[in-house]
């Protein structure tokens, strides 16, 4: 059974093509495009791996990578930015996060969700 990834991002045409990125690589793809959506599917049917946009409205996807971290310890987080950061990196990395920087290619993206 292929694993399930959450995709969130509130770009319509990013949700879209990282979408379609993710499942041309085999995987279950569940998308949402905010944060309350994302928050609210995470904590009732938390997915196999995370991948969220930093950038949520008001919210920040970070917060989406610390509830998962405490639904799923072990299982990976992908958070992207548009801006490389080192203020965020440091943050996703305290969240055992990968960050990567928009825009990201469809192979670094398989390989971080396949670690």
């Known amino acids: 059974m292929p ?6 991002d509130d770009e319509p045409d990013v949700l879209e093509t990282l979408a379609e990125m993710v499942s041309a690589g085999g995987y279950d793809v569940v998308t949402r495009a905010s944060f309350d959506e994302a928050k609210r599917y995470l904590t009732h049917e938390p997915p196999d791996i995370l991948v969220t946009d930093v950038r949520l409205g ?18 990976p987080i992908v958070v992207l930015s ?5 203020t965020l990196r440091e943050e996703a990395a305290h969240c055992q996060a990968t960050y990567l920087t928009k825009p990201v290619s469809k192979k670094e993206l398989l390989v971080h969700l396949a670690s």
Not at 58 to 74: D, I
Not at 82 to 86: K, L, N, V, W
């Open 58 to 75: 008001a919210f920040n996807g970070l917060q989406l990578a610390v509830l998962m971290r405490s639904l799923r310890p072990t299982n």
């Open 82 to 86: 548009a801006f490389d950061d080192p």
């Open 3 to 8: 694993k399930r990834v959450l995709i969130v």
